[in-house]
């Protein structure tokens, strides 16, 4: 069920995450590149970076989470095409020109690297086999969830199924009885040391 949700996500996201960083980086290089950074009209760098910010994190959270890796594979996987694309420079200038307000961001993308290492971080989780695997439930507090090596909890004296389990503490000068076990004395048992002092 987890990987039709990461499938869904991955189909809905990958294309919004495309074409916001496209028109992002399009916005703030061009705002750069007119020292536009008044917050009297925040659309020509501060919003667009803001919309940068948030196809971070969400493309952050997909690789993080453990919805499924195909969500972000799918997301990763378009710029990974425009990384690779780089060295056929007109296969990939006519990608990109189908969307004008976009394509001058993932022209700069592609060219510097960034959409290579973008892609290849979304994509590369789906090789990784813990990605694929669930959870395993958490054993509740006090151990009740493990009983050991078929022993049952223990709160006191010992691990569990141990020996010792479900005994109280051993102090000084007691002797303790191991079963199959043979102590300093050549039996079955322990002598525990007395204190020195």
């Known amino acids: 069920m987890r990987h039709v949700i990461g499938l869904i996500l991955g189909i809905l996201l990958a294309p919004a995450i495309l074409i916001g960083v496209g028109w992002s980086s399009t916005r703030v290089s061009e705002a750069y590149a007119q020292y536009a950074f008044s917050l009297s009209d925040p659309t020509r760098f501060w919003l667009p970076l803001a919309v940068l910010l948030v196809c971070a994190i969400v493309f952050a959270l997909l ?26 420079p007109t296969v990939l200038t006519k990608a990109i020109s189908v969307w004008p307000a976009v394509s001058t961001g993932l022209l700069s993308l592609a060219i510097s690297g960034a959409a290579l290492i973008i892609g290849l971080t979304g994509v590369l989780p789906v090789l990784i086999p813990s990605q ?14 493990d009983p050991g090596f078929g022993g049952q909890p223990s709160p006191v004296g010992g691990p569990t199924g141990s020996p010792l389990a479900g ?22 048992t322990i002598n525990w040391p007395r204190s020195p002092r």
């Open 63 to 88: 690789i993080a989470s453990r919805i499924s890796p195909i969500a972000s594979f799918l997301v990763g996987l378009p710029f990974l095409v425009l990384g690779v694309l780089v060295a056929i």
């Open 167 to 188: 005994t109280a503490e051993p102090e000084y000068g007691d002797t303790l009885r191991m079963p199959g076990n043979t102590g300093y004395d050549g039996e079955n």
């Open 132 to 145: 694929w695997r669930r959870w395993r439930a958490r054993p509740a507090a006090g151990g009740a969830a």
